[in-house]
């Protein structure tokens, strides 16, 4: 009797433990999941006040010459515009 007594304190010890541990760990992938969710909104309110921005400057086409400065400038827009796509992109999949 004494014998089932101390395995099964052992036993109720051992699982106590591992739900703690596992707790503290599932607490800690949550603070995570937040702090990824939190940049990931402000990387995309960057892109999109960066496309906002482009836009303006380039309001008039006076970036669309074809030497160095204008090529960069398309290279630029079109890159922020992959990215601005793809926040959409995301927005959209996770509607569903």
């Not at 703690?20 to 999109?48: D, H």
């Not at 960066?50 to 204008?70: A, C, P």
């Amino acid at each position: 009797m004494i014998i089932t007594i101390i395995l099964l304190t052992l036993a109720l010890a051992s699982t106590l433990y591992i739900i703690y541990n596992l707790l503290r760990k599932y607490e800690q992938g949550e603070e995570y999941i937040e702090n990824l969710e939190t940049w990931v909104r402000e990387f995309s309110k960057t892109i999109t006040d960066m496309n906002r921005e482009i836009k303006k400057i380039d309001n008039k086409g006076s970036f669309s010459s074809d030497d160095e400065v204008g090529y960069f400038f398309k290279e630029l827009k079109a890159i922020i515009q992959k990215l601005d796509t793809l926040g959409e992109e995301d927005d959209k999949s996770s509607k569903r």
